[in-house]
């Protein structure tokens, strides 16, 4: 990648976990706090001349509180109930330079083009429950609700323009605030049924609908034609249903687990990249009207004599937009691949990411060294079907189906709680591209590649 991350801080995340037990029932809180400084420098324009140039930093903060409590009666009836709060703070800075080293600003000598500051702040507050009920024992009924409110505010300013290249690439005048205010809720309920004919063997059917709140994008550059409208991406929902059937057969040497999935999304939020808006482009966050999402996974697992473990899995996923006739076209599509004015329709094309076959095989064995030590080995190797990579579906970046292999081995005496491990990951060197964006000149996109073949000597111990 061209994008290095230089974080200027330790990033901190914890958390408190505390649990009062009383007869028949658990109350538990759980407390959070993370902070995350960084900064990164990027070169856009992809030859030596570095003629597009970017900067910026980012300070994000959150906390977060949250209290349950889970009652476990000797009767057919049981509930959990709970709240949650967050509030979380974003400061992000970005400079940009278009052409600099040709429009330097007379007055104060700055090449930048723009430099804009973005503030962000929410609070996010929730309550939760769930009643389980079990006319018999082997079958349960779980249903449950959760209530979320959100209020957020959004503000973003150019706190400099120059003035030779403002008006040349649409900026918002110096100083000028755009101000997003933003309040959403949304209810989700869920429902599961689920049988145990016997012990070992899980039968179950489920409806879950989720959320995902709204807001406002912190656009990669704030022109003057910005509204606050415009910057606001909706809240996503989904809504649907999965069965499922989880078995140990033989003895517990054979595991099988088997799901269908079935879900529809509305207001799909995605990132998207539109290299065509005034001054080479805008990042922002966008809206797909509807998309759904269904597919079968399959697992096993055999032990067929102690110490050999056998496994493997596989995944048809069916995920493709139901409505999305507003998708930005890539830079360079003409209207006989399907853009018409700066956008194209994807309705019925796959969702970004989204392969629709993958696999893995692989095992394990264990060997006794001695009456304590064992020497492990493992081996897996995993196929994972082609898939696009960019959000304006861009064909030059879909990345054809791959295989990967990983394995290791490992010493170890579980007694003594050490352990030694020599571990590979992608051992054949596959070189594979997850996220790719168009860049501001037709042709030239760049991706983000998964880390080559990694051999490492790990070493642990336990206690």
């Known amino acids: 990648s061209d994008e290095p991350i230089t974080l200027t801080g330790a990033p901190t995340l914890t958390s408190l976990t505390l649990n009062y037990h009383a007869p028949n029932m ?40 949250e209290l349950r409590l889970v009652t476990d009666f000797d009767s057919p009836l049981n509930a959990s109930l709970g709240g949650y709060f967050e509030d979380q703070k974003r400061t992000y800075s970005l400079s940009q330079a278009f052409l600099g080293s040709l429009l330097k600003d007379p ?3 700055k090449y930048d083009t723009y430099e804009n500051d973005n503030d962000n702040h929410g609070q996010t507050y929730s309550v939760f429950g769930q009643l389980r009920w079990k006319p018999v024992a082997p079958v349960e009924l779980a249903g449950g609700l959760r209530y979320t409110y959100e209020e957020k505010d959004v503000s973003a300013v150019n706190s400099y323009v120059n003035p030779v290249q403002g008006a040349l690439f649409g900026l918002r005048a110096q100083g000028s605030v755009l101000n997003v205010p933003l309040s959403d809720h949304n209810l989700s309920p869920e429902v599961t049924l689920s049988w145990t004919p016997h012990a070992g063997t899980l039968l179950y059917a489920a409806y879950k609908t989720g959320y995902k709140s ?31 059937f989880k078995s140990y057969l033989a ?24 290299p065509s808006a005034p001054g080479n482009g805008i990042s922002f966050l966008t809206n797909a009207a509807s998309a759904r999402i269904k597919g079968v996974e399959l697992s096993g697992e055999w032990n067929p004599v102690p110490g050999l473990r056998l496994n493997g899995s596989g995944t048809y996923n069916s995920a493709r937009f139901r409505s999305f006739p507003t998708a930005v076209c890539y830079l360079g599509q003409t209207a006989a691949t399907g853009c018409v004015g700066n956008r194209q329709d994807l ?7 989204a392969p629709k076959w993958t696999f893995t ?3 394990s064995y264990d060997q006794e060294v001695t009456s304590n030590v064992k020497l492990g080995f493992n081996a897996n190797a995993n196929y994972t079907g082609g898939y696009v990579t960019s959000e304006d579906h861009d064909p030059r970046t879909d990345q054809p189906g791959y295989w990967l292999l990983n394995g290791g081995l490992r010493l170890h005496d579980d007694k003594a709680g050490w352990e030694i491990s020599l571990i590979g990951r992608n051992l054949t060197n596959q070189y594979y591209r997850k996220l790719c964006q168009s860049k501001f000149i037709a042709g030239q996109y760049s991706c983000g590649l998964i880390r080559a073949r990694e051999i490492s000597l790990q070493a642990g111990f336990n206690f």
């Not at 687990?257 to 990249?273: C, G, M, S």
């Not at 309705?347 to 990411?353: D, I, V, Y």
């Open 347 to 353: 309705s019925g094309a796959p969702l970004t990411r």
């Open 26 to 65: 658990t109350l538990t809180s759980v407390t959070g706090y993370w902070t995350l400084k960084l900064q990164d420098a990027s070169s856009f324009y992809y030859s030596s001349f570095g003629l597009l140039y970017g900067a910026h930093a980012e300070h994000t903060k959150s906390w977060s509180q």
């Open 107 to 109: 007055v104060t000598g």
């Open 214 to 244: 709204g807001g406002a994008s912190n656009p990669s550059r704030l022109a003057a034609v910005f509204t606050d409208s415009q910057l606001r991406y909706k809240s996503e929902t989904s809504s649907g249903g999965e069965i499922g």
């Open 251 to 274: 003895g517990h040497m054979v595991r099988i687990e088997a799901t269908a999935y079935d879900y529809l999304y509305k207001n799909l939020q995605l990132a998207a990249f539109d």
């Open 361 to 363: 095989a692989g095992g």
